[in-house]
């Protein structure tokens, strides 16, 4: 093989969840087999690096300041759920079965690995929270340790509880979805209809 034809397969190999052979059969593809493809993917491979960005509020995939879920004025935005990555966020629209808001944390914490709150979308979260608008806060993280720590420090962030004569402040309500999600799983992997019913049966989280 060239010395071309071996950096774009190493290229392609960095990508999640492609492998040494994955890369060598997209390569070739699209340099010997299909060859009038590649104009088109060079195309929209520069257009999305350059227009798309995160949603300045909630962190998910945005081609302007907001993405196409916080600008919807028909969600309830008084419910927020937070999600670790943008592929939770998509399982969770597949399923129909919520109307509220998101918040996408790229990450979870882990400090093993060196993710503190600084690597995650966390002050942005924490905004939120401290705008008085949201009342409930749905947790839709891993069901693991890592998302268990990550659901323990949010916890122990929230605001304040409301002050009766605090005109701005609400108290905000935690749930945590899990019935239904096997021991270790998480969002991503998870069926439309265990989603529905992960949500449906969310339990208060303390």
């Known amino acids: 093989m060239t010395p071309a034809f071996e950096k774009l397969q190493q290229a392609l190999k960095r990508l999640p969840g492609v492998g040494y052979r994955s890369a060598e059969r997209m390569a070739l593809h699209l340099l010997?087999?299909?060859?009038?493809?590649?104009?088109?993917?060079?195309?929209?491979?520069?257009?999305?690096?350059?227009?798309?960005?995160?949603c300045e509020r909630c962190g998910n995939l945005a081609e302007g300041g907001l993405c196409t879920v916080c600008a919807d004025e028909r969600r309830d935005h008084s419910v927020v759920c937070v999600v670790e990555?943008?592929?939770?966020?998509?399982?969770?629209?597949?399923?129909?079965?919520?109307?509220?808001?998101?918040?996408v944390l790229h990450g979870r914490l882990s400090p093993i690995n060196g993710v503190g709150p600084d690597e995650l979308n966390w002050d942005a979260l924490v905004a939120r929270l401290g705008s008085g608008v949201v009342k409930e806060l749905i947790l839709a993280l891993g069901n693991d340790v890592e998302g268990e720590a990550t659901c323990h420090f949010i916890t122990k962030h929230l605001p304040a509880p409301a002050a009766a004569d605090d005109p701005v402040q609400t108290t905000i309500h935690v749930s945590r979805i899990g019935f239904g999600l096997p021991s270790g799983g998480g969002v991503l992997y998870a069926d439309a209809v265990t989603l529905r019913s992960a949500l449906e049966g969310r339990r208060d989280y303390a």
């Open 85 to 103: 990555h943008v592929p939770d966020l998509v399982a969770m629209e597949r399923s129909g079965a919520y109307r509220g808001v998101y918040h």
């Open 32 to 54: 010997v087999e299909k060859p009038e493809r590649l104009p088109a993917l060079i195309e929209a491979l520069g257009e999305a690096a350059r227009a798309v960005r995160r």
